[in-house]
């Protein structure tokens, strides 16, 4: 693991993760990038300390060169510091898990790009909510017909707990709002290349062009804090996507609702153990998570039966035990978000900022 | 009453919601266009025989000059059939209760507007939505500066009913779907101009400019059927507006979302007795309607306890009950729509084409 | 109408419903046991003088005698002052339509059943939640077997305006605690009747046995205002029954769900308009008022489109409007509640106080 | 870990919740009675064969006397298998967590309870429903006073799963409805602990008599598959509990409503994130998994913000986590359930059968 030391949110949340279905054991790190904060995090964490590095470099040549050396690496670091170590261990020939949105400008995507092409090694993108059983599961109806020739997608992730100015020693609100560590996206980047992602990942359409407006509401903030977005999307299909970090009583509203010329699905995150399916003039049905009437579906990802709740660490989980079948090559990864999904999220949050400065135009990819 | 005759919807509505509270007697009408059916329909509803007209201007003329001739009117028929009557009603000094939208061009709608002026008689559009009692206190509750300065609106208002091609005799699908009865718009007509209203009614705020995608997704369809529209409003809010007839699983789903920098609301009309409340940094509250902790509020416009459902003909009520009242002097109607927000529908619709037409440009108002 | 004059609340709710659908105009009232009051009540409500009456044996005699008598009495006077009134108007050949519970004891009860045979004139029940389109669409679905033999019945009647000592000028709380006005029961009377009655409209079972604990939470309180049942029903069936006064949270929750070999329902009273639906094996459906794929069902007891929400006043309108084509002889009534449902809710109440006065025992019907 | 094996359920749950937090490591195993299976289930969890045991006495010994022996046992077969391991290990020193219900008889369970008052080791009994933060942030505010003293208390839950005769290859059913593994409950053993559990523990009040009507609906079932619980609780409180495998529509649903005399809470085991909460005259509040508001509350027991659901592992992985703290000293574990849940939930099973037997008496503790 890069990054995940003391005081960090996502680091431990991979880690639990990875832990769930006991694919991966944590072995080494280089958990910080202060040399005694890494010494004190990898203590903490029982790592041995000949294996707890306070440079990622370093990790990457003398793991490299072990005959034990690490399989896989989690970046789990903020968004600055996701190419130099994605770079290092691809190639250094270790598999990359890297947290998301992929970098923090299309120009450092595209070395990262380069050096997954250059590499035996794996790259995964931590889109973590395609890992929810049931939109998995909505992946696989649409891919089939379920819902016919998509219409419209709304999707929306809105959030407050930015919608004030947050306390100085908010680690998690300092670096999101920090051009310098999260690039130039703040709500579009951190949560909206979510929703764009989970979007594209169950419609299986691409973006062809979008129109942002972004708002930065509170005083003194430099990144965007609610993006209304239109796209358009391959096939004639149209989405809107709201990212909000300051729309007061929302926690973390993701939500997903598509509409084909067949049927509609409806989904959100904050119970993500149902979703509805309503075919045109039948009544609306509740789809639960490995739940009646489904024939496979979200049953294949899932470890407990209908009607126990499995919830954001689960989801998570998912994405590593399929990381871990594909690194063991027992599994092709098709669900797996890798470098494709990086470049679209960075193109998204690049073009968002170049249409709302130019006033809110059509950006094509 | 003009117009609702047999096989009509919305008359019968109107006639209940007038009903309800016992203001209003229905004592003529010209039910039709068609001489039989307007007086077939006369008939069923028990008019005079004498009062039931064929011709809205000879009704006009007629029930003016009888000394109980009829206060006022209510015109519910399609939209190209609102101006004449309209015009009519007014320069005979009657007052004219008229559905939305206003009408089928901006042209006309300043037309009726001059009507307006230049008469004694009071002109009320029903944008009925804005009777629900949680509405009226959402309105009040922003007004007084619970939700403080209004950021980000989120106003939706999604069915599914014209998915497919509708039959060939769904007369209510027919006339929507027929630019020379309905005018230029589609959904944005129909409720694409419900949804701005509510939004404007509850907030306070104006739109200044807005950007439209608009669909005619269902097959030889020639009205808009989809909006996707960005709004920037007053005060430097906000808001995305979505107006669907093809969400399939979507009944009549206006819903309407507002935060400010104090407190978020949100309501959907398939539930309207019940609104959430969140503070920022407290736990969301369930207002109902009526219901404990309101100070007031909504518990003005309903007639019975919390916890007993009222509906979409309660709502309609109350924009009936508060002209009774407007016309009989006993208050000022300051809830009521009226010409104001139908100048505002007919721009929106407009305005909508006009972008969507120049292929999703900013319009200003 | 009997009683319902100023302060009174159920009955400006009897005269809403009966006006909904324009089938019975008000025209003589005696509508308070206080002479001035009544008169008063009577001009309030425009009332010929001639015809608001200060007494109700009175009113009966003089209505049954004028050529343009009235031909039904609403009865919306506390529970001890039903059986004279219906008595009364039942023996003077005019038809009955009477608020639940039908009066203060069995023994009072068998004389209103009594003057029932011995009349000519009908006698409705105003079990007003039977009216919902939901519920009777429910009914529909049980007769033609889509939920198999029903197994298992959960109803529950929970408010909790009463949990607290009620201010002295609640005039609706003082009669309801009050045993000289509102007979043994409570609970179970006020609301405990609504709940069993539901029950047994739907699932078409009849009550052969029941258990109760009922307790008077609020200090001094006179009657229950909390009741648990148990009830064994016909056919083999189980319910369970709660009815509550001092459910904190709880406005009005009457819900009701039953469960069969084949299939099972839930609704909830708060939100009407949807009902769920669950074969074994296959997904939960939301049954919307009149939406997609019922074949009939409740649309036909329905003023708008699914998605527009009804509520307490149309479902009681549709008791309303029943009652007004059982009286014309358009239909037969058979689904409104009569003599036997007002029976069974007598048994209810005084074998719930047997039971729960013996230490809770079984009581046999 | 004893029990678990190939096919089994709930060891695969435990093994995942003892993981989450990284507390525990599995390293012993007599995973199934079958020699050939147990070896077959060690392997592919990786166990050191030698520790892979066929026989649970043989376990208790052998890892008692290995320097590097387990420290606790997991005890994960179906009921008639709990006594026999729970003592042997009790007696060998080994701290014991044992699946619930306690055992198949009151005899039994005092025969365990003995052995856990002559042993040094711990015992965990994993109802553990009590591990959902919101629960237990549920019962803090029942301890501090926020409802007053309790009045009423409902519990249900409710599963369709054995609403049929199960298919013959089904081996969760085929024990569970087997009076040699399972004991004399059915509903009532499986679930109806945990209700039964989950109301104690949270209100904190005790089980003082009980009432029940159990059937068993599906034809040929032994035991029962319906239980109407009437419980009279410490304090006065009242409470309702239905627990039931044939209900329909009903996947896992265990709720739980408490009511006191200053306000109320409800709570749903398959979206367990959220809880309402109402103060008399107030608001109803939806109190989040860590959200807003909250002066500590479940925020404790959480791994990840607000919004981002935890479910039913992470609720199974905080009984671990207490656990290990427990066993470790590091806290007293004062939420664990133990051997007196233990002998509750036999007296719970074993009133039940005796009231249900006499036709519904009380039956008291």
């Given at each position: 693991m890069v990054g995940g030391g003391q005081g960090a949110f996502i680091g431990g949340v991979h880690r639990i993760a990875s832990r769930i279905d006991d694919r991966f054991e944590l072995v080494?790190?280089?958990?910080?990038?202060?040399p005694e904060k890494a010494k004190a995090s990898g203590e903490a964490l029982g790592l041995d300390p000949e294996r707890s590095y306070t440079d990622y470099e370093e990790m990457a040549k003398a793991e490299a060169s072990r005959p034990d050396g690490i399989e896989a690496v989690s970046i789990v670091t903020p968004?600055?510091?996701?190419?130099g170590p994605a770079i290092a261990f691809l190639e250094a020939g270790i598999h990359v898990i890297c947290d998301k949105p992929l970098t923090t400008s299309m120009e450092e995507a595209e070395r990262i790009a380069k050096a997954v092409d250059a590499s035996s090694a794996k790259f995964i993108l931590t889109?973590?909510?395609?890992?929810?059983p049931l939109m998995r599961q909505a992946r696989q109806m649409i891919e089939r017909g379920d819902l016919g020739k998509i219409r419209v997608i709304q999707a929306e992730y809105a959030q407050d707990w930015m919608a004030e100015e947050p306390d100085a020693d908010n680690k998690q609100a300092a670096w999101r709002t920090d051009p310098k560590k999260s690039g130039g996206g703040g709500a579009i980047g951190d949560i909206g290349t979510h929703a764009l992602n989970l979007a594209t990942f169950v419609s299986g359409l691409k973006p062809e062009a979008l129109l942002a407006d972004l708002d930065a509401f509170v005083t003194g903030r430099q990144l965007d804090d609610n993006a209304h977005v239109l796209l358009r999307m391959s096939g004639g299909a149209k989405a809107m996507l709201w990212a909000s970090q300051?729309?007061?009583?929302?926690?973390?509203?993701l939500t997903l609702r598509i509409y084909g010329d067949k049927a509609g699905i409806e989904w959100a995150q904050e119970n993500p153990n149902r979703m509805t399916f309503t075919k045109f003039g039948e009544p609306k049905q509740i789809i639960t998570r490995g739940g009646a009437g489904l024939g496979g579906g979200a049953g294949d990802w899932t470890r407990i039966p209908p009607g126990h709740p499995e919830g954001y660490l689960e989801g998570f989980a998912n994405v590593y035990t399929d990381a871990a079948d594909l690194i063991q090559g027992k599994?092709?990864?098709?669900?797996l978000p890798g470098i494709e999904a990086g470049l679209e999220g960075m193109w998204f949050i690049e073009a968002c900022i170049e249409s709302s400065k130019a006033g809110g135009t059509w950006v094509k990819r």
């Open positions: 080494a790190g280089a958990l910080s990038s202060t968004n600055h510091m996701h190419a889109h973590n909510y395609t890992g929810y300051v729309a007061m009583g929302c926690e973390n509203g599994a092709d990864g098709a669900l």
